[in-house]
């Protein structure tokens, strides 16, 4: 079995900075933002928890589709069970030419695709965006029906809520 080989960390103090905690990978090296008020302790700290967010969300973005359709799995058996192979789909896929959807299902084959502008968020998010989808092969619409089905998911107001601060941070991006 081979080692794993602990990343190089540089960290980087800022005055400026007054509680956030920021990381990111540069070639090799972690660079870890912190505020310069912050103890030897307070960064030794901040810095393991940095390393396992970093490799919690390179781990995410690493996802296959056949992972997603694991996932995807899942989700049925935790929240459309009910509706045995009406939820199920025939693919699941990571697709790159979806900027003004999160994502989109063809119940006609039932073919689910997933942006992949949505691989770097929270797993709750993710796991919504999904479930919307599976819950399209039960109730193709958007009616009262269908956002009961997506209301099983309980962290789905929170999750569009999240969606909908990233259109409107984006929509203002743009506008700027």
């Given at each position: 079995?081979?080692?794993?080989?602990?990343?190089?960390v540089?960290?980087?103090?800022s005055?400026?900075?007054?509680?956030?905690?920021?990381?990111?990978?540069d070639?090799?090296?972690?660079?870890?933002?912190?505020?310069?008020?912050?103890?030897?302790a307070?960064?030794?700290?901040?810095?393991?928890?940095?390393?396992?967010?970093?490799?919690?969300?390179?781990?995410?973005?690493?996802?296959?589709?056949?992972?997603?359709?694991?996932?995807?799995?899942?989700?049925?058996?935790?929240?459309?069970?009910?509706?045995?192979?009406?939820?199920?789909?025939?693919?699941?896929r990571?697709?790159?030419?979806?900027n003004?959807?999160?994502g989109?299902?063809t119940?006609?084959?039932?073919?689910?695709?997933?942006?992949?502008?949505?691989?770097d968020?929270?797993?709750?998010?993710?796991?919504?965006?999904?479930?919307?989808?599976?819950?399209?092969?039960?109730?193709?619409?958007?009616?009262?029906?269908?956002?009961?089905?997506?209301?099983?998911?309980?962290?789905?107001?929170?999750?569009?809520?999240y969606?909908?601060?990233?259109?409107?941070a984006s929509?203002?991006?743009?506008?700027?």
């Amino acid at each position: 079995m081979a080692a794993v080989r602990k990343p190089v960390v540089e960290v980087r103090r800022s005055q400026r900075r007054r509680r956030t905690v920021s990381a990111y990978r540069d070639g090799e090296r972690v660079v870890v933002l912190i505020p310069d008020q912050f103890s030897r302790a307070e960064e030794s700290e901040w810095v393991d928890r940095m390393l396992a967010r970093l490799a919690a969300r390179e781990e995410r973005l690493a996802c296959s589709d056949d992972d997603l359709l694991v996932r995807a799995r899942r989700l049925i058996d935790r929240y459309l069970n009910e509706h045995g192979g009406a939820a199920v789909p025939a693919s699941v896929r990571w697709v790159t030419n979806q900027n003004g959807r999160w994502g989109s299902c063809t119940p006609a084959d039932r073919t689910i695709r997933i942006s992949h502008r949505i691989q770097d968020m929270p797993d709750w998010v993710i796991d919504y965006v999904l479930l919307h989808e599976l819950a399209h092969l039960v109730v193709p619409s958007h009616n009262s029906r269908f956002w009961a089905l997506v209301g099983r998911y309980p962290k789905a107001e929170r999750a569009r809520g999240y969606l909908e601060g990233i259109a409107a941070a984006s929509a203002t991006d743009l506008a700027g």
